[in-house]
């Protein structure tokens, strides 16, 4: 390769399976470089299933999308995931946890996988994680795995970002209600009711079908389905790929999966719209000075931001 590859290089490399080009590329678009625009030209389309996994530090997150992994690789599928970090800076492969659990694939060209870290950068999550799912789209991944930790409001966003969610919950982590509580449960597709192999996953799954009980459904609306599994041993993995097909199946009757795509793109459009106009119109430590002191009003502040003196 030469020493700076164009971006239809890199795009070419990387569609034939190159991870040092589809981190190149990923990083090129992260730093909105020169050629960033260029790059997402020549990747738009695609058509990956998006699959959003989330849940509390230490449920099985990571372990379990390497089983998903192994499953959709058997299928012949090409497989990215993004684990999103909120709380980080850094970028590029800082949760090396994640990379280790999931060293079973490492010398798979069809597996792609790569941290992102989202704190500190313009248009936050929906902006940064929503091009680089494009992008791995574009580059031909049939299936983009964003995992994401915690309950607020980025797992919120992650969901919206998926085509299908999954909310793992673990026995003994007394997580069942506190997820219903956060309301996370409303951006879940499937339940996971991961380490099954340890005492109070029953539990766990009764509290759920209760909780789900209460909920009212339209005719037709999609029902959540609770799957257990131990991702450790691959174990109750084939029943989550089909749930997962099924919720897919579902979206795409009723032009539910264009609409959800429309959306996506709605919000990611939106979020970098938000991030450029804040980046134009800055507002200076001094005019915020002149508002505190009440030198100014807020109305006069915002029409001198704008720039507008009429
Ligand atoms: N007993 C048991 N242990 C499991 C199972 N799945 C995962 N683990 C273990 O649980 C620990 C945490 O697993 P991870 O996959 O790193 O969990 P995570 O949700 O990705 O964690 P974070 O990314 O830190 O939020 C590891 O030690 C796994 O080996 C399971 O089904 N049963
Ligand atoms: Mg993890």
């Known amino acids: 390769m030469a020493v700076r590859s164009t971006p239809a290089e890199l795009v070419e ?7 040092r080009a589809t981190a190149r590329l990923l990083t090129a678009l992260e730093n909105q470089t020169a050629d960033a625009a260029a790059i997402a030209g020549l990747v738009k389309g695609g058509d990956a299933q ?6 509390s530090p230490g449920v099985g997150k990571s372990t379990l999308v390497s089983a998903l992994i192994g499953a959709w690789r058997e299928a012949g599928l090409r497989v990215a995931v993004l684990a999103v ?13 994640d990379r280790v659990r999931m060293a079973d694939h490492a010398l798979d060209a069809g597996v792609y996988i790569r941290s992102v870290a989202t ?55 007394g997580d ?12 879940a597709d499937v339940y996971v009711v991961n380490k099954a192999d340890r005492p109070g996953a029953d539990g766990a799954v009764r509290d759920l079908r209760a909780m789900m009980s209460l909920v009212r459904r339209e ?9 257990t599994t131990v991702a450790s041993e691959a ?20 032009d539910r999966l264009a609409d959800k795509r429309r959306r996506r793109a709605a919000a990611e459009i939106r979020a970098r719209v938000d991030a450029a106009l804040r980046e134009r119109y800055r507002v200076s ?26």
Do not use: N, Y
């Open 13 to 19: 490399a990387a569609r034939a399976g190159d991870r």
């Open 50 to 55: 998006i699959i959003g996994i989330t849940g």
């Open 85 to 97: 970090d909120p709380s980080s800076p850094f970028t590029g492969g800082a949760i090396l946890g």
């Open 119 to 173: 704190r500190g950068h313009l248009g936050g999550l929906a902006a940064t994680t929503g091009a680089a799912v494009r992008l791995l789209e574009g580059l031909g991944f049939d299936v983009v795995i964003v995992e994401t930790v915690g309950v607020g409001q980025a797992e919120v966003e992650i969901a919206s970002l998926a085509d299908t969610t999954l909310l793992l919950l673990a026995p003994g982590m």
């Open 176 to 187: 069942g209600i506190q997820a219903v509580k956060a309301g996370v449960v409303e951006i």
């Open 219 to 227: 005719p037709g609306e999609w029902r959540q389905p609770i799957c």
């Open 235 to 254: 174990k109750g993995v084939d029943d989550l790929v089909a749930a997962i097909a099924k919720h897919h199946d579902w979206l795409a009757g009723a």
């Open 285 to 310: 430590e001094d005019l915020a000075e002149a508002v505190a002191d009440g030198e100014t009003d807020v109305a006069s502040a915002v029409r001198r931001v704008l720039g507008d003196t009429g």
